[in-house]
């Protein structure tokens, strides 16, 4: 078992192995627990939107990306303590933390169908990051409300230009990125580093995080210069690069 330290006290937990290549989304499940979240988030003022892959199902498909595995979801730091007070209702309502990074990405399934949660913090003026993933934070902050499978959830006012950031011009073409073949051995490989990574005292957590968190910083901070040249992000962007 492990823990998680909330306002209302100590949330343990079992984790499960989560990887690219577990499974298809069943979206039949992910709807119903996407409105169960929502239902439970507008009851605590939790704010919170559709991020990653989930967003682009929602635009380019009006429905989960077949391929998909799961459900993404942004929350801002500010109410960091909010949702983690709210895991114990969400376990009421038969969702169970199945993974858990101290950085702030949470995920929480019912079902066998999982929601990521992302924790994004203000990473420097304009930009925001969870575990090392960076997202400018007007795509966080400058939301509408898309109706989305019979639910109104936040978006991206821009999200067109984030989608082309974040996938590409050819963010309209679907992309198979796993066969879902993944090796026994490979999953071991990835229970025993996620096991390590749960016991690591925070000195060496984050000593180890470092570099990698640093390398998808770097890698945003490369695709910003190459989008601002090529004049694909509009100024308000822009201004902090």
């Known amino acids: 078992m492990e823990k998680i330290i909330t306002p209302l006290g100590a949330y343990y937990f079992s984790p499960k192995i989560l990887y690219l290549g577990r499974k298809k989304i069943n979206r039949q499940i992910a709807r119903q627990n996407l409105s169960d979240f929502n239902r439970i988030a507008q009851k605590n003022k939790l704010y919170f939107g559709l991020l990653y892959g989930t967003l682009l199902g929602a635009i380019r498909e009006h429905d989960f990306i077949e391929h998909d595995e799961d459900i993404d979801l942004f929350v801002l730091s500010e109410q960091r303590d909010l949702l983690l007070q709210m895991l114990f209702e969400l376990r009421e309502n038969g969702f169970e933390v199945v993974r858990y990074d101290r950085r702030g990405l949470i995920s929480i399934m019912k079902n066998n169908e999982y929601i990521d949660l992302y924790i994004f913090g203000p990473l420097k003026e304009g930009i925001r990051s969870c575990c090392g993933e ?17 639910e109104n959830v936040l ?9 082309l950031f974040e996938y590409g011009p050819d963010w309209r073409t679907p992309v198979y990125y796993t066969d879902f073949k993944v090796s026994k051995m490979a999953t071991i490989m990835m229970f025993i580093k996620e096991k390590i990574k749960y016991r690591l005292p925070d000195v060496l957590f984050y000593k180890y995080v470092q570099r990698l968190e640093k ?4 890698k945003f901070d490369a695709k910003m210069n190459v989008f601002i040249k090529s004049n694909q992000l509009n100024a308000e962007s822009c201004k902090n690069y």
């Not at 978006?155 to 067109?160: C, F, R, T």
């Not at 390398?215 to 770097?218: A, C, E, G, P, S």
């Open 215 to 218: 390398k998808l910083i770097d």
């Open 134 to 150: 960076c997202v400018l934070e007007k795509y966080l902050l400058n939301t509408v409300i898309y109706a989305f499978l019979s």
């Open 155 to 163: 978006i991206p006012a821009d999200y067109e230009e984030y989608l």
